[in-house]
């Protein structure tokens, strides 16, 4: 499909966008806690009933926020994340036996997305070690000490937001809701950002871009968040 | 938890005692978050935050909140001067690489020797791991700040810890609603209690041994 995109005017419809994202797919999405997840395209994975999702990002968000909602609704059959504690759906799903969840050290996990991202297969780290995270994990010695390998992270479908992009989807952040997100924009064979706002190409500067346009297929104009912050 | 504010803010307070001006500094959720409203005016200290934050300053006033600035927990916060955003690699850079002078967490059970379990009981809560196991493993001083027993009034401070382990051998000073215990090479020191605690009912309420300084125990009243 990346051959019928755009390389410089990456601009398309919601609806257009949705069409990459299919059931069964694996979804990686941008944001912790909520906060830099994509809004106006997880209510559309919503409005289209996608499911049996496999999905990977920092955590399951709140219940009625972010990536959350999809996971509450049991859309998804397995959740790569390093943390679901704000979630009890996703913990209640995890118990019932209904949603597959490993767990992952959230450095580990940020690092094994940018290895996915960037093109190498996996990452050597110490943490974890003596604990359950290293079970089944092949372990290497290097310079006399030990470490666990720790494989990549890629998907079908990487799903981020931005604060403002060119139509070459050079992207910046905002703020906080910066986290996952560069790193997730990396790690999809097709990654769709969802960007508040929009401008020309040559309106960024490239000393602020934080995400060079190359790793970016598709642009979505943001709606906005819908949903209530969890401290409101 | 169970526990009054009061002596919620009373362990945070006890807790920022032990950051001195200068240091890079991360809290975890729950009463360690409390711990930023007992610091001096003039110690300056960089707070480190998970998702991408060094420089986080105190709570928005209400109505003023971004709700893209959160913390780790999804809080709205601000920064202070000197502030950087940055991406999740980056933030665990930080902390693997060592620069993180302390961290501030809660605990479900701490061993002995040290050993730390916060992210799983088993078939009960899963919270998950987050970022503690690089925090407990690589910041260079690692606080608890924890209820000393449990619901079913079962000792948090174990001889051998039964929960899944976050990070061995990591943990440095423990502070509970009834003391302040030190892990040293020699075991559990207990340092000081909590008024109206004393420390027969600190030891009557700690499964694992506890040495007493040769010094008297400081008492903290409430």
Known sequence: MTNELKKFNKLVTLEEALHYIQDGCTLMYGGFGGVGNPPTLINGIIEKDRKELILIGNDAGFPKIGIGKVVSQGRAKRLIASHIGSNPVAGQLMVEGKLDVEFSPQGTLAERIRAGGVGLAGILTDIG?????????????????????ETALTADVAIIHAKKSDYFGNLIYDTSARNTNPLVAMAGKITIAEVEEIVPLGSLSPEEIVTPGVFVDLIVESKGVDWRWAWE | MGMGIDIRNLMAKRAAEEIKDGM??????????????????DCKVMFHSENGILGMGKSPEKGLEDPMLCNAAGLPVTITKGASYFDSATAFGIVRSGYIDLTILGGLQVSERGDLSNWIVPGKRIPGIGGAMELAKKA?????????????????????????????????????????????????????????YTPEDVIENTEAKLLLPNEHIKVIEC
């Not at chain 2, 890079?24 to 005016?41: K, T």
């Open chain 2, 140 to 196: 260079k001083k690692v606080i608890i700040v924890m209820k000393h027993v449990d619901k079913n009034g079962e000792s948090k401070i174990r001889q051998k810890c039964s929960f899944p382990l976050t990070a061995k051998a990591c943990v440095n000073l423990v502070i509970t609603d009834m003391a302040v215990i030190e892990i040293t090479k020699t075991g559990l020191l207990l340092k000081e209690v909590f008024n109206p």
């Open chain 1, 129 to 149: 070690i003596g604990s359950m995270v290293e079970e089944g994990k092949e372990k290497v010695e290097l310079n006399g000490k030990t470490y666990l390998i």
């Open chain 2, 24 to 41: 890079i500094v991360n809290l975890g959720i729950g009463i360690p978050s409390l711990v930023a409203n007992h610091i001096p005016n």
